[in-house]
């Protein structure tokens, strides 16, 4: 993988929103469509990746065939692929725009910095591991990279801990325990960062993010049980519709209470679909579905306002995870319609 660094030379410059906007609509242009999905769908794992190095993607799969092939081709191709073209859009966005791009891409420290930690503790090879990384985000990729060589889970956090932004982890805890950690402090570092703007849909949309993962793990205790450290260690604040009080009285909740307090909300279709379903899995992904296409529909607005570009950064995301679940489930033989109904079009 390339070694990108997201460094603050780029932004100097002040933010010129014709002239990017016009970029990204051509960029945006350049995205699939539901047809090439479909197309993809009938295709052999060879002939995807054959697809791919004949358009957008093809600089990765020329430089990439070399090392890999077959699914391993495409993942390592369409995250380098994601790298350099978030890396590309922060370039040209100017210091204005770039706040904005930026605490979208900063996501991806802690996708990367979980991805590592989770292959560490589950004793997974580097080569698994950086399978799952995103060449972007704050953090230079190099020192992204040097963390997967580290031998234990402990060590990555001792590394970690050397940096002031992660000097709350503790070694000795659980991964569950780490994740979360994680993720509040991007919440609220991010949410604080935009405290003026409380009624952007930035901000909201944030915030929703805020309401599955905690919708997440409410799911999960009230399926498997929970002990009260765990309730207030699994609760992220900063939620649309629910407060910190509101996720705790859920938790508690009888089934039908439950179910009548969650149809007052967007998700409530969502969770009573699924809420005979054994496992939580089609649940929780059909929360992720929603949550990329509300972010897909809130960032369509004004061509001189920050807006396409937070669009552009949310589609071509949701391009390269169709393209990974498509991929990885040709490989695995999975069935076409559980596949195409995984995908968000």
């Not at 190095?53 to 995250?79: A, F, P, Q, W």
């Not at 950690?181 to 805020?210: D, G, P």
């Amino acid at each position: 993988m390339g070694s990108n660094v997201v460094s603050s030379e780029f932004w100097l410059g002040e933010t010129n929103y014709s002239y990017l906007n016009t970029r990204v609509r051509a960029m945006e242009s350049k995205l699939f469509k539901s047809d090439i999905y479909i197309k993809l769908l009938n295709m052999e794992v060879s002939q995807i990746a054959r697809f791919l190095g004949e358009g957008n993607y093809k600089g990765e799969i020329e430089s990439l065939s070399r090392t890999y092939r077959g699914v391993d081709l495409i993942e390592h191709s369409i995250n380098e692929n994601l790298g350099n073209t978030y890396h590309k859009l922060l370039k040209m966005s100017g210091k204005k725009a770039s706040a904005y791009a930026f605490a979208i891409l900063t996501r991806w420290d802690i996708h990367n910095i979980i991805s590592i930690l989770r292959g560490k503790y589950s004793k997974s090879t580097e080569y698994e591991i950086e399978k799952t990384l995103i060449p972007i985000g704050e953090l230079p990729f190099s020192f992204i990279i040097s963390l997967v060589k580290i031998n234990s889970y402990e060590d990555v956090i001792k590394k970690l801990k050397k940096l002031d932004k992660f000097d709350f982890l503790v070694e000795t805890k659980e991964i569950a325990d780490t994740e979360s950690e994680l993720f509040k402090m991007y919440f609220k570092s991010t949410l604080a960062n935009f405290k003026k703007e409380k009624k952007s849909l930035f901000v909201e949309f944030l915030r929703t993010e805020i309401d599955i993962l905690n919708i997440k793990n409410i799911m999960r205790m009230r399926r498997y049980g929970f002990a009260l450290k765990e309730e207030q260690k699994n609760m992220v604040e900063g939620g649309l519709f629910f407060s910190i009080d509101d996720l705790s009285s859920l938790l508690r909740a009888s089934d039908n209470d439950f179910l009548k307090k969650m149809k007052k909300t967007p998700y409530g279709i969502i969770i009573e679909k699924h809420w005979q379903e054994k496992t939580l899995f089609y649940l929780e992904e059909s929360l992720e579905k929603y949550l990329m296409k509300c972010a897909k529909e809130q960032f369509i607005g004004d061509p001189f306002t920050i807006m396409p570009v937070l669009h552009y950064i949310i589609s071509k995301k949701i391009e390269v995870e169709n393209i990974r679940k498509i991929s990885r489930g040709k490989a695995s033989n999975i069935e076409k319609k559980i596949i195409e109904d995984s995908l968000v079009i």
